[in-house]
């Protein structure tokens, strides 16, 4: 160990880094050194020490580099410096992966493995068995199998683990060397038992029996290694997951709760927490360990038992509730990690009385914890929220004044979010959240938080109680702000004098100051308002000021479409549908950089689907209505797994079928899906997977189909066949064999074909349903009228919400699918159009008594037919 030892001086700089400034071309000139004779120990490891740091530096290596160093590094073996052997095991496993011909050590390595020096036996096997490949294993496996059981427990160690990193060199290596491990399971050395043990799971994992064999054999047992015991509890509960009944299994693990080491102890109150039958009686002796580990002189212990009595309070909060005085006493902490944890589970375990002392405890330890650990308690007290709604008044002060400290956008965008979730959940907290969120945009300094929060102003100031309230925040970000939040200001007091007349004047006023803006934008928005807002209030100006959005690409192609008509009819952009942009959650906020614009869910299959020479006649004349949500039509652990997703165009249906082959021997040729139409539908054509489908490759085929004339049967059921030509291939190449295929077929679940499925919401409209409502009588609306008993597995107003909105398709507006907590009765009010472009509207009028829902559901629309494929799709 001389080699190492530092003198006075050097102890005297200090610690930091010794190689500050190496560079590769002069490391590796150094390394002929290597090559002297007699070999210099102390230089020669200084040098191999500075190859190894580049390395773990990051540093490439070129594969002639690599194999001179490596080549050079061979000759230290004629070395009998311990410190220098150990060197080069480092470097030759280091240097494996990139130089060439390093089979040459082999012999060296496997004389250092057998030899009689321990120091070197060890290290040197964990060197060969990186180096080995398939065609090496047969020649080391004896030797490897000795090493196993050697008496020395560092080298029956490191075979132990070696061999299980040779599973990817040869899958049934644990299984060839399973006597030994059983041989090592009974070692004095806690560590050879518990890696005896893991090779021994890893040679039987694939056999569920044999793995109940081994567990049941070992429950029985005492393992003296807190580690293997570990292991032990993790199979067992995996078993216990997989299989119904396992009461033995069950009380092995709750007798773990009483043994000697705590590591043990923890695991087991662990693994009974997470399993997911578990009830709060069965919680309970997990949960007494837990709460003693609360009170543990050990931030470790402390930290592991609170963050697992935080993950049940999400599912098992009463269990939870004795833990509460103990709880209380981590909030001071000096751990910070160990007091949001519990702050956080006390909130959600917390009784109702108790929402005030918690929010006074908390608030002095919140400046102190950093913004990370600060979502975190944003995010329990969301969950507080919903848990009591009347106690709102209390905990949005508390996010208000969280508001006012320092934070990043992450921080206040939590923030921002439970005051707007609290205000959709609860009525009567709309005025409240206002009023905090007009405070903080006085002082905010993220822009897209700013135009959020304007954005959510415009929306619901103007439905308040007091809407001029508003006026005064909005104006001043018009005279304060950046041309982006200045922008959004003026969009904002543009609905607030559409939606309140009373309002206009005073508003036309300050809109035509905004017109004298230094940004295009600003002075744009300003203008075309001013010019809307001067006509005749009436209910119609609301869409001018929020129009839709709607997705482009399919607008410019129905428009492209409708001017090579004689355009007698007027343009419908009711049928261009609606953009919805798959929300991608920003995480920073940067202003230098300007993002690409990300496209809809609509216009991504529409690039896909135009791609498609046989589905250009559709996509030319017809804009894509809908698509659905994906429909799985296999489970997931089957050989063959097949995906649908059905594109609703006026006339058209298109169903996309993405398949997958999970067989790695088996290649797919003239891969299709075959349906048989029910009636009045019609196959167009059938297009087949474009390319062969190898292991884990994915294919798409697709299917056209016309819809009938007769719209009136609300759902069918399309029966689904997938078709292909099955070839025999080499598991480890793919390449198929010179045989003939032979044509196979595999039965997939039914595909059903539903009204949500061909009505879509309105989008963005901005008029108050009242007024369509009672509009569409006055512009000779069909209605349709009927009362329904729902099913017994409806059971809450909640579910009747739900199962109606997800069954018809159609988008319940004005926020009445949030059902009030306790509410017996309940209005949903729905919009949507059909394919066809026929608008819909629906006024269900629901009852709760006895568990059962009764629904008066009236339906106006354009078309008669559509009206009652609505009412009969209910009943």
Same mark, same amino acid.
């Not at 309105?762 to 349903?769: E, H």
């Given at each position: 160990?001389?080699t @190492?030892?530092r003198?006075k001086k050097e102890?005297?700089d200090?610690g930091g880094n010794?190689f500050p400034?190496?560079?590769k071309t002069?490391?590796l000139?150094?390394a002929?050194?290597f090559?002297?004779?007699p070999?210099?120990p102390?230089?020669?490891?200084?040098?191999?020490?500075?190859?190894?740091y580049?390395?773990?530096?990051?540093e490439?290596?070129g594969t002639t580099?690599?194999?001179?160093?490596?080549f050079?590094?061979?000759?230290l073996f004629q070395s009998r410096d311990?410190i220098?052997?150990?060197?080069?095991y480092?470097?030759?496993?280091e240097l494996s992966s990139?130089?060439?011909?390093v089979?040459?050590?082999?012999s060296?390595?496997?004389?250092?493995m057998?030899?009689k020096?321990?120091?070197y036996?060890?290290?040197a096997?964990?060197a060969?068995c990186?180096?080995?490949?398939?065609?090496?294993?047969a020649t080391i496996e004896?030797?490897?199998?000795?090493?196993i059981?050697d008496?020395?427990?560092?080298?029956?160690s490191?075979?132990?683990v070696?061999s299980?990193?040779?599973?990817s060199?040869s899958?049934d290596v644990?299984?060839?060397w399973?006597n030994?491990?059983?041989?090592?399971?009974?070692?004095d050395?806690?560590?050879?038992?518990?890696?005896?043990?893991g090779v021994?799971?890893? &040679?039987?994992?694939?056999?569920?029996?044999?793995?109940?064999?081994?567990?049941?054999?070992l429950?029985r047992a005492?393992?003296k290694?807190?580690?293997?015991?570990c292991m032990l509890i993790?199979?067992?509960?995996?078993l216990l997951?997989?299989e119904?009944?396992g009461?033995?299994?069950?009380e092995?693990?709750?007798s773990?709760?009483r043994?000697k080491?705590e590591?043990v102890v923890?695991?087991?109150a662990?693994?009974l927490?997470?399993?997911g039958?578990?009830s709060t009686?069965?919680l309970?002796?997990?949960?007494?360990?837990l709460q003693?580990?609360?009170?543990s002189p050990k $931030?470790a212990?402390?930290?592991?038992?609170v963050?697992?009595?935080?993950?049940?309070a999400?599912?098992h909060?009463?269990?939870?509730?004795?833990?509460?005085?103990?709880l209380e006493n981590?909030i001071?902490d000096?751990?910070?990690?160990i007091a949001?944890l519990?702050?956080t589970t006390?909130?959600k375990t917390g009784a109702?009385?108790?929402v005030?002392?918690l929010m006074?405890q908390?608030?002095t @330890?919140?400046?102190?914890?950093s913004?990370e650990f600060k979502?975190v308690?944003?995010? &329990?007290i969301?969950a507080?929220c919903?848990k009591f709604?009347?106690k709102?008044?209390v905990l949005?002060n508390?996010?208000?004044?969280m508001?006012?400290?320092e934070?990043g956008l992450?921080?206040?965008?939590?923030?921002a979010d439970t005051i707007?979730?609290?205000?959709?959940?609860?009525?009567e907290?709309?005025? &409240?959240?206002?009023?905090?969120?007009?405070?903080?945009i006085e002082d905010?300094e993220?822009?897209?938080?700013a135009v959020?929060?304007l954005?959510?102003?415009?929306?619901?100031g103007p439905?308040?109680?007091q809407?001029?309230?508003?006026i005064r925040f909005?104006y001043?970000?018009?005279?304060?702000?950046s041309a982006?939040v200045?922008?959004? &200001?003026v969009?904002a007091?543009?609905?607030?004098?559409?939606?309140?007349?009373?309002?206009?004047?005073?508003?036309?006023?300050?809109?035509?100051?905004?017109?004298?803006?230094?940004?295009?934008?600003?002075r744009?928005r300003?203008?075309?308002?001013c010019?809307i807002?001067?006509?005749d209030?009436?209910?119609m100006?609301?869409?001018l000021?929020?129009?839709?959005?709607?997705?482009?690409p399919?607008?410019e192609?129905?428009l492209?479409?409708?001017i090579r008509?004689?355009?007698?009819d $007027? @343009?419908d952009i009711?049928q261009?549908p609606p953009?919805q942009v798959i929300?991608?959650?920003a995480?920073?906020e940067?202003?230098s950089?300007k993002?690409?614009?990300?496209?809809?869910?609509?216009?991504?299959?529409?690039?896909?689907?135009?791609q498609?020479?046989?589905?250009a006649?559709?996509i030319r004349e017809y804009?894509?209505f809908?698509s659905?949500p994906v429909?799985?039509?296999?489970e $997931?652990e089957?050989?063959?797994?097949?995906?649908?997703?059905k594109h609703?165009f006026?006339?058209?249906?298109?169903?996309?079928?993405d398949c997958?082959?999970?067989l790695?021997d088996?290649?797919?040729?003239d891969?299709r899906v075959?349906?048989?139409?029910?009636d009045g539908y019609?196959?167009v054509?059938?297009?087949?997977c474009?390319?062969?489908?190898?292991?884990?490759?994915?294919?798409t085929?697709y299917?056209?189909?016309?819809?009938?004339?007769?719209?009136?049967?609300p759902v069918?059921?399309? $029966?689904?066949t997938l078709?292909?030509m099955?070839?025999?291939?080499d598991?480890?190449?793919?390449?198929p064999?010179?045989?003939?295929?032979y044509?196979?077929?595999?039965?997939?679940?039914?595909?059903?074909?539903?009204?949500?499925d061909q009505i879509?919401?309105p989008?963005?409209k901005?008029?108050?349903f009242?007024?369509?409502?009672?509009a569409?009588?006055?512009?000779?609306?069909s209605e349709?009228?009927?009362t329904f008993?729902?099913?017994?597995?409806v059971?809450?107003l909640?579910?009747?919400?739900?199962?109606?909105?997800?069954f018809?398709g159609?988008?319940a507006?004005?926020?009445?699918?949030?059902?009030?907590?306790?509410?017996?009765?309940h209005t949903?009010?729905?919009?949507?159009?059909?394919r066809?472009?026929?608008?819909?509207?629906?006024?269900?009028?629901?009852?709760l008594?006895?568990?059962q829902?009764?629904m008066?559901l009236t339906?106006?629309?354009?078309d008669p037919?559509?009206a009652?494929?609505v009412?009969?799709?209910?009943?």
């Amino acid at each position: 160990m001389n080699t @190492f030892k530092r003198d006075k001086k050097e102890e005297e700089d200090g610690g930091g880094n010794p190689f500050p400034n190496l560079e590769k071309t002069t490391v590796l000139q150094d390394a002929r050194t290597f090559n002297d004779t007699p070999v210099n120990p102390k230089k020669c490891a200084h040098i191999l020490t500075k190859i190894l740091y580049l390395i773990n530096q990051g540093e490439q290596l070129g594969t002639t580099e690599a194999t001179e160093a490596f080549f050079a590094m061979t000759k230290l073996f004629q070395s009998r410096d311990v410190i220098l052997r150990r060197l080069v095991y480092l470097g030759i496993k280091e240097l494996s992966s990139v130089a060439e011909d390093v089979i040459i050590v082999t012999s060296s390595l496997t004389k250092d493995m057998t030899g009689k020096e321990d120091l070197y036996r060890a290290a040197a096997i964990r060197a060969l068995c990186t180096i080995t490949d398939h065609a090496m294993l047969a020649t080391i496996e004896r030797y490897m199998k000795q090493a196993i059981v050697d008496k020395s427990p560092a080298v029956s160690s490191a075979a132990l683990v070696s061999s299980l990193h040779l599973t990817s060199v040869s899958g049934d290596v644990a299984r060839r060397w399973a006597n030994e491990a059983q041989e090592a399971l009974y070692s004095d050395n806690i560590m050879v038992q518990y890696h005896a043990l893991g090779v021994l799971y890893q &040679a039987r994992k694939t056999d569920k029996h044999a793995v109940t064999k081994l567990v049941s054999k070992l429950t029985r047992a005492c393992l003296k290694s807190p580690y293997a015991t570990c292991m032990l509890i993790r199979m067992a509960c995996k078993l216990l997951d997989e299989e119904e009944s396992g009461r033995e299994l069950l009380e092995f693990v709750e007798s773990c709760l009483r043994h000697k080491s705590e590591m043990v102890v923890y695991e087991a109150a662990h693994a009974l927490v997470n399993l997911g039958r578990s009830s709060t009686r069965e919680l309970a002796p997990a949960i007494s360990v837990l709460q003693l580990f609360c009170g543990s002189p050990k $931030p470790a212990l402390r930290f592991a038992a609170v963050r697992t009595l935080n993950k049940v309070a999400m599912s098992h909060p009463a269990a939870v509730t004795a833990c509460n005085l103990d709880l209380e006493n981590l909030i001071t902490d000096s751990n910070r990690s160990i007091a949001t944890l519990a702050i956080t589970t006390l909130l959600k375990t917390g009784a109702e009385s108790s929402v005030d002392r918690l929010m006074k405890q908390i608030a002095t @330890f919140v400046s102190e914890i950093s913004d990370e650990f600060k979502v975190v308690v944003v995010q &329990a007290i969301r969950a507080l929220c919903q848990k009591f709604p009347r106690k709102h008044s209390v905990l949005m002060n508390f996010l208000s004044a969280m508001l006012r400290d320092e934070g990043g956008l992450e921080y206040k965008a939590a923030i921002a979010d439970t005051i707007i979730a609290v205000m959709e959940g609860n009525a009567e907290a709309k005025e &409240a959240g206002l009023a905090h969120l007009c405070e903080f945009i006085e002082d905010c300094e993220h822009t897209s938080l700013a135009v959020r929060i304007l954005h959510l102003l415009g929306q619901e100031g103007p439905t308040s109680k007091q809407p001029s309230r508003y006026i005064r925040f909005i104006y001043n970000r018009v005279i304060l702000e950046s041309a982006s939040v200045r922008a959004a &200001a003026v969009t904002a007091l543009a609905h607030f004098a559409a939606a309140c007349p009373p309002l206009l004047p005073n508003i036309l006023v300050l809109l035509s100051r905004c017109q004298l803006d230094s940004d295009d934008e600003v002075r744009d928005r300003a203008a075309y308002y001013c010019a809307i807002l001067q006509q005749d209030v009436d209910p119609m100006i609301l869409p001018l000021i929020q129009p839709p959005l709607i997705s482009v690409p399919s607008l410019e192609r129905s428009l492209h479409n409708y001017i090579r008509t004689p355009m007698e009819d $007027p @343009f419908d952009i009711s049928q261009i549908p609606p953009a919805q942009v798959i929300e991608e959650p920003a995480q920073t906020e940067v202003h230098s950089i300007k993002q690409q614009p990300r496209l809809t869910r609509e216009e991504s299959f529409m690039e896909k689907l135009s791609q498609i020479p046989q589905l250009a006649f559709i996509i030319r004349e017809y804009p894509l209505f809908k698509s659905s949500p994906v429909v799985e039509l296999t489970e $997931p652990e089957t050989e063959y797994n097949v995906k649908c997703i059905k594109h609703t165009f006026s006339k058209h249906l298109i169903l996309q079928f993405d398949c997958q082959n999970t067989l790695t021997d088996q290649l797919l040729e003239d891969v299709r899906v075959a349906v048989e139409p029910p009636d009045g539908y019609t196959v167009v054509c059938v297009i087949p997977c474009p390319r062969p489908l190898t292991y884990n490759e994915p294919g798409t085929t697709y299917i056209v189909l016309t819809y009938p004339e007769d719209i009136h049967t609300p759902v069918v059921t399309i $029966p689904t066949t997938l078709r292909f030509m099955a070839r025999d291939c080499d598991p480890m190449t793919g390449i198929p064999d010179a045989e003939q295929g032979y044509h196979d077929e595999y039965m997939l679940e039914d595909l059903e074909i539903s009204p949500a499925d061909q009505i879509r919401g309105p989008g963005a409209k901005g008029i108050t349903f009242a007024a369509e409502w009672d509009a569409a009588l006055a512009q000779g609306f069909s209605e349709l009228d009927e009362t329904f008993a729902l099913g017994a597995n409806v059971t809450s107003l909640e579910k009747a919400v739900q199962s109606l909105v997800g069954f018809l398709g159609l988008e319940a507006v004005e926020r009445s699918d949030r059902v009030p907590s306790g509410a017996v009765r309940h209005t949903l009010l729905m919009s949507g159009i059909f394919r066809n472009g026929k608008e819909v509207l629906a006024s269900a009028r629901l009852a709760l008594s006895d568990n059962q829902v009764t629904m008066q559901l009236t339906v106006r629309s354009t078309d008669p037919d559509v009206a009652e494929l609505v009412i009969s799709a209910v009943g």
